[in-house]
């Protein structure tokens, strides 16, 4: 059964930070892993996916990897902005379309 | 494209009622799922479809009911309502080729 885990669960930074948010998979037989963004009370939506046979995919100031053999992914966030405050979820999605997830990283980012 | 429209938004429920929580699509996308969110148990695969007329169970099936009459359309339906039901309930939906998922808003659903 596919595990996924998000370290850290919550992160606090000031205005202009560049971070990285990390997330681990049990089983690498994934499609693909998807990158998400929660802001309170309010649904989810997708930052980045990144397919089983890529290393990394580019959003403006959003960078996400893939290494499959050791089960990570990374999201990177540069120049981070107060406007970046969420919740961001990584999703791994196996080979009978289901996503597992992650519990998410609160990010707080300071003025 | 609307993408992906759930309703209602929020609902307030008795013990033992039961209700249907819409959700629809307008992508033509075949495959859609139904998720619930937990504080501390993140999100849960609840049931699935594949297709219309096809259906399956996720994660945690246990007192809700799907069907899939057709492409745009899955709606969960909670058979006797229990507190445990309580939670944030998401559709999200996706084509067969290797792309990534689009969720609705979200019903938030409390059983008093």
């Known amino acids: 059964k596919q595990e996924v885990t998000q370290i850290p669960a919550a992160l606090s930074v000031p205005e202009g930070e560049n971070l990285v948010l990390n997330c681990s998979f049990t089983d690498s037989a994934i499609y693909n892993l998807q990158w998400f963004r929660q802001d309170p009370g309010k649904g989810l939506t997708s930052l980045l996916l990144?397919?089983?046979?890529?290393r990394e995919q580019t959003s403006g100031r959003l960078n996400a990897s893939l290494d499959k053999s050791s089960g990570r992914s990374t999201l990177y966030i540069a120049a981070s902005q107060p406007g970046d405050s969420a919740t961001y979820l990584c999703?791994?999605?196996?080979?009978?379309?289901?996503?597992?997830f992650g519990k998410g990283t609160l990010l707080t980012v300071n003025p | 494209n609307a993408g992906v429209t759930q309703t209602p938004k929020f609902q307030v429920l008795k013990t033992g009622q039961s209700m249907t929580l819409q959700c629809a699509q307008d992508m033509n996308h075949e495959y859609m799922s139904w998720y619930r969110q937990d504080p501390g148990m993140g999100l849960r695969l609840i049931h699935y479809s594949v297709g219309a007329g096809i259906t399956d169970q996720g994660e945690v099936p246990n007192g809700y009911n799907v069907s899939r009459s057709t492409t745009e359309d899955f709606p969960l339906r909670l058979l006797s309502a229990a507190p445990s039901q309580t939670s944030v309930y998401f559709c999200a939906s996706k084509t067969p080729h290797n792309y990534g998922y689009t969720f609705g808003s979200g019903t938030r659903l409390t059983v008093v």
């Open positions: 999703a791994a999605r196996g080979s009978n379309y289901k996503l597992t």
């Open positions: 990144i397919q089983s046979s890529q």
